[in-house]
């Protein structure tokens, strides 16, 4: 069973999380929240991107106008199987909203059972909280007087009513939600606590799968990292004032210059991996390239480990071995460069060409990453475990729930049956 999802913000991360969903079976994109004035603009997006290029699915998506039964408007984006001929499987079906005010989102409208909020304005819980509130559509729905309350087995059920989602997932750190990497510390998730969680950044998803393995095999002491980051949408195309006031060389051209920044991925990496608090730091280096970034990892070992090779093929082994990091890490021994990484979907692709031994317990690593195709993978994979751990919650019934029924109450169902 599929789980439902909503994407609140159809930008870089947006697009590219429905996009990967098309490969999938396990998840379904069944609303899509945008600020276009033209919901047929959607599909142009969708077909020509500068980086991933023109998709597949060029002349398979449509955009379907329907009504309520109140007979107000619905648009539907559709996507058809590329290979379904003349009778147009239909692969995708999002209802489509074009709504500022996420308070105003009706996402039962959809039954989504998990929004992705890819804005990156609603990062704290509080503004997040805004995609769970039950809407007057919903609250009106559920409504009803004693009047209509069930006297007999033959009256007919009235249908449940419209609930609101059971989860947001932020895509971006956030300073007050938990955080989840997939492939290291989902297995934590909490389907009754976490209602609101942060999928963390595209930088710490490549970082901390690596950390996690090299502390399991070696330990790590200390380390500095630093991402050789792709530019991003919110840089200048010219120079311009930058929107924070301690960092003046964000405001300028991102095509023409190599930017140093700040990045709170080792920050945010000790959310995930509470030990690294204090023992990682991290920089930020913007270059002039659309996208796919890289992981310069110094790191000092707890224990020895005598060559390069030796480490790479540990890190290979210990992850082969566990289902969700063979999803996330993989490694390479060829000489790319980084366009060659772009559509690859894992979180972090070890360099062992280009990593290399200091001395001593002294390594340096470097990693690749896609940091739109990867991390929107990342939270289709964190949102399908959240539903599937929700679901596994609650068909356990709770023992003091368990009600023994008395012998005659037992003889009577057993006649009745």
């Given at each position: 069973?599929?789980?439902?999802?909503?994407?609140?913000?159809?930008?870089?991360?947006?697009?590219?999380?429905?996009?990967?969903?098309?490969?999938?079976?396990?998840?379904?994109?069944?609303a899509i929240n945008?600020?276009?004035?033209?919901?047929?603009?959607?599909?142009?997006?969708?077909?020509y991107?500068?980086?991933?290029?023109?998709?597949?699915?060029?002349?398979?998506?449509?955009?379907?106008?329907?009504?309520?039964?109140?007979g107000?408007r619905?648009?539907?984006?559709?996507?058809y199987?590329?290979?379904s001929?003349?009778?147009r499987?239909?692969?995708?079906?999002?209802l489509l909203?074009?709504?500022?005010?996420?308070?105003?989102?009706?996402?039962?409208?959809?039954?989504?059972?998990?929004?992705?909020?890819?804005?990156?304005?609603?990062?704290?819980?509080?503004?997040?909280?805004?995609?769970?509130?039950?809407?007057?559509?919903?609250?009106?729905?559920s409504?009803?007087?004693?009047?209509?309350?069930?006297?007999?087995?033959s009256?007919?059920?009235?249908?449940p009513?419209?609930?609101?989602?059971?989860?947001?997932?932020?895509?971006?750190?956030?300073?007050?939600a938990r955080?989840?990497?997939?492939g290291?510390?989902?297995?934590?998730?909490?389907?009754?606590?976490?209602?609101?969680?942060?999928?963390?950044?595209c930088?710490?998803?490549?970082l901390?799968?690596?950390?996690?393995?090299?502390?399991?095999?070696?330990?790590?002491?200390?380390?500095?990292?630093?991402?050789?980051?792709?530019s991003?949408?919110?840089?200048?195309?010219?120079?311009g004032?930058?929107s924070?006031r301690?960092?003046?060389?964000?405001?300028?051209?991102?095509?023409?210059?190599?930017i140093?920044?700040?990045?709170?991925?080792?920050?945010?990496?000790?959310?995930?991996?509470?030990?690294?608090?204090?023992r990682?730091?991290?920089?930020?280096?913007r270059?002039?390239?659309?996208?796919?970034?890289?992981?310069?990892?110094?790191?000092?070992?707890?224990?020895?480990?005598?060559?390069?090779?030796?480490?790479?093929?540990?890190?290979?082994?210990?992850?082969?071995?566990d289902?969700?990091?063979?999803?996330?890490?993989?490694?390479?021994?060829?000489?790319?460069?980084?366009?060659d990484?772009?559509?690859?979907?894992?979180?972090?692709?070890?360099?062992?060409?280009?990593?290399?031994?200091?001395?001593?317990?002294?390594?340096?690593?470097?990693?690749?990453?896609?940091?739109?195709?990867?991390?929107?993978?990342?939270?289709?994979?964190?949102?399908?475990?959240?539903d599937?751990?929700?679901?596994?919650?609650?068909?356990?019934?709770?023992?003091?729930?368990?009600?023994?029924?008395?012998?005659?109450?037992?003889?009577?169902?057993?006649?009745?049956?």
């Amino acid at each position: 069973m599929t789980v439902r999802l909503g994407i609140n913000g159809f930008g870089r991360i947006g697009r590219s999380a429905f996009r990967s969903s098309l490969e999938r079976t396990d998840v379904d994109i069944v609303a899509i929240n945008h600020t276009c004035d033209d919901a047929a603009y959607l599909i142009h997006a969708l077909t020509y991107d500068t980086t991933h290029g023109t998709s597949k699915y060029a002349g398979c998506m449509d955009i379907l106008d329907d009504a309520d039964e109140q007979g107000r408007r619905k648009q539907y984006l559709v996507v058809y199987s590329p290979s379904s001929g003349a009778e147009r499987t239909v692969l995708a079906k999002a209802l489509l909203f074009s709504q500022r005010d996420a308070t105003k989102l009706d996402w039962s409208a959809a039954r989504v059972d998990i929004v992705l909020e890819c804005t990156g304005k609603l990062k704290t819980k509080e503004a997040a909280s805004a995609h769970l509130a039950p809407k007057p559509t919903t609250v009106a729905a559920s409504t009803g007087s004693a009047s209509t309350a069930v006297t007999s087995l033959s009256t007919p059920m009235p249908p449940p009513p419209p609930s609101p989602p059971r989860y947001v997932i932020i895509s971006a750190p956030s300073s007050d939600a938990r955080t989840f990497v997939y492939g290291v510390n989902h297995g934590d998730f909490d389907a009754d606590a976490d209602r609101i969680v942060s999928n963390a950044s595209c930088t710490t998803n490549a970082l901390a799968p690596l950390v996690h393995m090299l502390e399991r095999l070696y330990g790590v002491d200390q380390g500095m990292m630093s991402t050789v980051h792709a530019s991003t949408a919110s840089q200048k195309v010219l120079d311009g004032f930058s929107s924070k006031r301690t960092d003046w060389r964000s405001g300028r051209c991102a095509s023409a210059n190599i930017i140093p920044t700040s990045t709170g991925a080792a920050k945010a990496l000790s959310k995930v991996l509470p030990w690294t608090e204090g023992r990682l730091h991290g920089i930020s280096i913007r270059v002039p390239v659309c996208n796919v970034s890289m992981i310069d990892l110094t790191v000092q070992l707890s224990r020895p480990c005598p060559s390069k090779e030796e480490m790479m093929r540990n890190l290979d082994r210990l992850a082969a071995s566990d289902p969700a990091l063979a999803t996330v890490f993989a490694s390479t021994d060829l000489a790319l460069v980084s366009s060659d990484f772009i559509g690859r979907q894992e979180s972090c692709i070890a360099d062992a060409d280009a990593s290399c031994r200091l001395g001593d317990n002294w390594y340096k690593i470097i990693a690749w990453y896609d940091n739109e195709t990867g991390y929107a993978t990342r939270l289709l994979d964190l949102a399908r475990h959240m539903d599937l751990k929700s679901k596994a919650a609650a068909a356990v019934v709770p023992v003091a729930c368990q009600v023994a029924l008395p012998p005659s109450a037992v003889s009577l169902t057993a006649a009745a049956i």
